[in-house]
């Protein structure tokens, strides 16, 4: 078999041309994702059971089912519907670009509220005692002690999140969205060369996720300054 | 003695505690006037550590009744928050904030729950810096300090919130034997100013030099209590003889 | 104990406690990747789901069938896990 590096050369720009919707996406998803993470999480904290009980399951359904059934059951699913064709959301709905973050968000909701909930349970008692001990109200022992220590204890678990939701953002694809991996499909449908094709799209992820590494190494190495015994030369 | 130096800023009557089905504090009665300085021991597992928890409600008592400085302590959150400013705790794991400066550390809860501006927190925790003898080290982070410098913070940090009432469970117990004198300096300056002190402490030379009373516990209830004198040239108790004798050994 | 007595005795029982629950994890991924085997055509649950909507045209009822079979795949797992964790912390408490 041969391999066809000038068809590389040539189709890697016109991959790259979906980098815009795979890192929007990404970037979308990832907020919407971390904005309802927090909310499950202080379901999940709050000690009322009638708050607790619903973000569990959610949890527990979004995470025990593959982001492909989730996509699938927004995109093709929903529309199903009268009632969903009516509402204010259909103009999202119709779109498959805002099905895929509609799910990817969902779906990763439901995981990073458990990473975070981690970063939560890892802070340390004494602290909170300490804090309670010095008069400090649950609100302020939350935001001056636990989440500032919970979000540098979460952030490699939330890193490798971050890199799951940009190997999901593949999946788009299979609803007709035009990311570099939609358009990888486009390709090799043409030009029947997926070997090529596929390894040079994998290679693309691969830089990718190596750039969020890098990224979230930085702001670890910046949130964690004080987990570091030797003073910092300055 | 005038009146303000007899007046009895901690009152416990019947107290009980459980864990559960198993009871950690039996009928505990004990009175703190405004200046006195307790020294708690007793075996481990004995409840010394769950009775001052009791004082600042860091655990609830299940019967009886707890008055601080006329306050009784109840489920009621505000009112516990301001029994909690009055009175200052010190742990035995330190429980610096590890992520804020020292001098964060110190300013947090004077300008979160005593309401005072940045520059007058900053003041306060300063001066008490120097009252531990450590302002060299306001910039720093807690893990860059030692355990002594530590705890020497710690100390200051529950100072700043100026309590009526210190409380310190075992403050030298994590520390390095070299250590353990520049923090039971800090305590015993404090105590010499006329602080209300009530200190869960092995450390029997501190005792004997800064105690108005010692209590003796053992399983949950106060064994003996007498002036350190007393407690510890003549102890009247046979479990108190036998911890006596274990701890002073060595 | 020589070495190979501290691996077989010590280090493996040791071992699998600590890996069982990211373990756990991994496995529960997998079976929702197979859902991706569907893209490529072959006859797994998606595929046979997408067959049956071209007939009934109900794509929600039957994406939601699919997603209640995954999640009872997961569910067998997580409890096969949870029993197992639970086995592996008796023989810890045992041991002491
Ligand atoms: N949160 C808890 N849950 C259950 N039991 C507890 C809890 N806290 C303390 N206990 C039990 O209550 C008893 C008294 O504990 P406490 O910590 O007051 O002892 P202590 O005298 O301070 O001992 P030490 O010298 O070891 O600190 C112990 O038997 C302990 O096991
Ligand atoms: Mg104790």
């Known amino acids: ?73 927004v995109y093709y699913g929903l529309p199903q ?106 390709i090799v449908a043409d030009t029947y060369a ?41 | ?21 198993f009871q950690a504090l039996k009928n505990i009665n004990l009175k703190v006037r405004k200046g006195e300085k307790i020294v708690v021991c007793g075996p481990s597992g004995s409840g010394k550590s769950t009775l001052i928890r009791c004082i600042n409600r860091l655990e609830k008592h299940n019967e009886g009744q707890i008055l601080i400085d006329g306050k009784e302590l109840t489920d009621q959150v505000k009112d516990i928050n301001a029994v909690r400013r009055e009175v200052g705790m010190v742990f035995q794991s330190f429980n610096l904030f590890p992520h804020m400066t020292i001098l964060k550390n110190l300013m947090l809860a004077q300008q979160l729950v005593r309401k005072i501006s940045k520059t007058e927190a900053k003041d306060t925790a300063i001066k008490y810096l120097e009252r531990v003898k450590i302002p060299e080290q306001a910039e720093k982070y807690p893990i860059q ?8 913070v710690a100390i200051a940090r529950a100072l700043c919130m100026k309590p009526k009432i210190m409380l310190f469970d075992e403050p030298t117990s994590a520390l390095d034997p070299e250590m353990i004198n520049e923090v039971l300096e800090v305590m015993v300056d404090l105590a010499k100013e006329g602080m209300t002190m009530i200190c869960v402490t092995h450390e029997m030379g501190f005792a004997r030099s800064v105690a108005d009373r010692v209590i003796f516990m053992d399983m949950g209830e106060i064994i003996e209590e007498a002036p350190p004198k007393e407690f510890f040239n003549n102890p009247q108790n046979t479990r108190t003889r036998n911890f006596l004798s274990q701890i002073l050994s060595h | 104990m020589s070495d190979f007595q501290t691996f077989i005795y010590v280090r493996i029982p040791e071992m699998w406690r600590l890996a069982l629950p990211p373990f756990g994890n ?42 209640a079979i995954y999640l009872g795949f997961s569910t067998i797992v997580t409890l096969f896990v949870m029993g197992v964790e639970k086995f592996g912390e008796r023989t810890t408490v045992g041991a002491k």
């Open chain 1, 81 to 186: 519907f009268e009632v969903v064709r009516d509402s204010v959301f259909w103009p999202i709905l119709r779109e498959p670009t805002g099905c895929a973050i509609l799910a990817l968000s969902l779906n990763t909701g439901a995981y990073v509220s458990e990473i975070l909930r981690g970063g939560v349970l890892g802070v340390s008692k004494g602290l909170l005692e300490a804090g309670s001990a010095l008069g400090m109200s649950a609100y302020h022992k939350f935001v001056y002690i636990t989440a500032p220590i919970a979000t540098r204890l979460a952030l490699p678990a939330y890193s490798n999140d971050v890199i799951s939701l940009l190997k999901s953002t593949a999946l788009a694809s299979t609803i007709t969205i035009a990311d570099m991996t939609g358009i990888a499909r486009t």
């Open chain 3, 26 to 67: 991994h496995m529960l991924s997998l079976i929702k990747d197979t859902a991706l085997i569907s893209i490529i055509g072959l006859n797994e649950t998606m595929f046979v789901a997408k067959q049956a909507i071209t007939v009934t045209g109900e794509p929600f009822t039957m994406y939601i069938v699919v997603g």
């Open chain 1, 194 to 234: 997926p070997y090529e094709i596929f390894i040079s799209l994998a290679i693309v992820y691969l830089i990718f996720t190596f750039g969020i590494q890098k990224l979230f190494g930085l702001i670890e190495r910046y949130l964690g300054r004080y987990t570091i015994r030797e003073q910092p030369h300055e």
């Open chain 2, 145 to 152: 300090l030692s355990g002594g410098q530590q705890q020497r």
């Open chain 2, 1 to 21: 003695m005038n009146d303000s130096t007899n007046k009895t800023l901690i009152t416990m009557e019947g107290v009980t505690k459980f864990f559960g089905p």
């Open chain 1, 1 to 73: 078999m041969s391999f066809d590096l000038h068809l590389i050369v040539e189709s890697l720009p016109v991959m790259m041309m979906g980098l815009g919707i795979t890192i929007k996406l990404l970037i979308i998803s990832g907020v919407l994702g971390l904005v309802l993470a927090i909310f499950l999480l202080l379901m999940r904290i709050s000690g009322k059971w009638y708050l607790n009980f619903p973000a569990q399951m959610y949890i527990y359904v979004f995470r025990g089912t593959p982001i492909l059934v989730q996509i699938f059951i």
